[in-house]
């Protein structure tokens, strides 16, 4: 159990460090969120096909309406998740993606009519309370509108991918499967942005971004995932902003404002009621 919860802390982090990289892809090193996108989205595929085929195992059929359909979720995640980190700090924006993600879900299982728990009510509310405080315009510590609304959609994409997902028989070969449908989607958007400016340390950072921090940090997430309790695993996710917004502090000397810290309080708590079972409450 102890090597279980190790991989899954170097997952956690893995995942944190998506936000980072591509913060400091866009913002520091001048990529263009598509560029930044397409690299990712092609180091993800082949690092996920490596692996699958290094299991021995065939991977999935490459057509189907779930696999087009994921494919295009999960580009829109891709490209709205580059374009956000223009203007957003890295931890604000892993706080409003997971915020957005667990209140579409939430939605989803209202429109299902699925017998929903009062306490996951209340922890969806809250977390959407939180969220709301953390969007809305407060002078200069406004969160920039372009910047939210891009990861709004990164958040609606990753969600509905996530749906999509459920009942896959083999998640990382589906995965690897659409990481491959995705890259020429991605690529069809490139001729209308301002792609084409391209930096060695960008360049490398969007492929650290998309073998290691993706294609691996997915493939530590389905091994682990079978050994983990679905409210640990939703539990142990809450983690990653958190870690994103420590990582931001230290290595992007991002600000921890007062704001912040109370809207992410409680959209991480909104989150954590939802997830624990009633009888742990």
């Not at 087009?68 to 409003?96: C, N």
């Not at 509905?160 to 690897?176: I, R």
């Not at 340390?201 to 691996?216: D, I, K, M, N, R």
Request: proline letters at 5%; hydrophobic letters at 60%; glycine letters at 10%.
């Amino acid at each position: 159990m102890i090597k279980i919860f190790l991989l899954l802390v170097l997952t956690m982090c893995a995942f944190a460090a998506n936000s980072i990289l591509n913060r400091i892809g866009v913002a520091r090193y001048g990529m263009d969120p598509m560029d930044f996108a397409a690299i990712r989205v092609a180091a993800g595929a082949a690092m996920l096909w490596i692996l699958v085929m290094l299991r021995g195992k065939m991977p999935l059929r490459i057509w189907t309406w779930r696999r087009g359909a994921g494919a295009l979720a999960l580009a829109a995640y891709m490209v709205g998740f580059s374009w956000a980190y223009l203007s957003l700090e890295a931890g604000l924006g892993a706080l409003i993606l997971f915020g957005v993600l667990q209140v579409v879900i939430f939605g989803w299982a209202v429109r299902e009519r699925q017998m929903i728990p009062l306490m996951r009510w209340c922890g969806a509310c809250i977390a959407f309370a939180g969220l709301c405080a953390l969007l809305w315009p407060v002078g200069a510590d406004s969160v920039p509108l372009g910047g939210a609304l891009a990861m709004i959609v990164a958040g609606v994409a990753w969600a509905v991918y996530t749906l999509l997902g459920k009942g896959e028989p083999d998640a990382m070969a589906a995965t690897a499967v659409n990481f491959l449908i995705c890259l020429p989607i991605v690529a069809l958007a490139l001729p209308f942005s301002n792609a084409g400016f391209f930096t060695m340390p960008g360049v490398l950072t969007a492929v650290t971004a998309g073998a290691v921090t993706s294609g691996l940090g997915y493939a530590l997430w389905y091994y682990v995932l079978p050994h983990l309790p679905a409210t640990v695993a939703g539990i142990a996710q809450l983690s990653v902003p958190v870690l994103t917004v420590i990582a931001g502090a230290v290595t992007l000397s991002e600000p921890l404002s007062t704001r912040l810290i109370l809207a992410g309080a409680l959209v991480l708590g909104g989150i954590a009621i939802s997830v624990i079972p009633r009888r742990q409450i």
